[in-house]
């Protein structure tokens, strides 16, 4: 069984705005770093932006600083991601993954490898 499940994914012209949503179940989730990543058609996944379990520790990739916002609530075992701004560019499967690592350094939340969990994924495709 999957422990993580996105949701909010759409179609969205550009400049518009998305919130996706991802849900876990089944492991403690305020244990995690959670993380978002996209995959582009005929391209490799790439980081997006992570959180840590406390919320005080936030990455974001660079080409989405600025426009997309993460959060989580531990309460409700959910992390989001808020896009704006968005660009054909940010046309991808977008994924959360969870990572059971402990860091003090913001940028190792980017290490994709290191992730233990991974959700199915949401598409977003932005028109022009």
């Known amino acids: 069984q999957v422990p993580l499940v996105e949701s909010g994914g759409g179609l969205v012209q550009a400049g518009g705005s998305l919130r996706l949503s991802c849900a876990a179940s089944?492991?403690?989730?305020?244990?995690?770093?959670m993380g978002w990543f996209r995959q582009a058609p005929g391209k490799e996944r790439e980081f997006v932006a992570a959180?840590?379990?406390?919320?005080?520790?936030?990455y974001y990739a660079g080409s989405v600083k600025g426009r997309f916002t993460i959060s989580r609530d531990n309460a409700k075992n959910t992390v989001s991601l808020q896009m704006n701004s968005l660009k054909p560019e940010d046309t991808a499967v977008y994924c959360c993954?969870?990572?059971?690592?402990?860091?003090?350094?913001?940028?190792?939340?980017?290490?994709?490898?290191?992730?233990?969990?991974w959700g199915q994924g949401t598409q977003v495709t932005v028109s022009s």
């Open positions: 993954a969870a990572d059971s690592r402990w860091t003090t350094q913001a940028q190792t939340m980017a290490a994709m490898d290191k992730y233990d969990y």
């Open positions: 959180i840590s379990q406390s919320g005080r520790l936030i």
């Open positions: 089944g492991l403690t989730f305020s244990n995690y770093i």
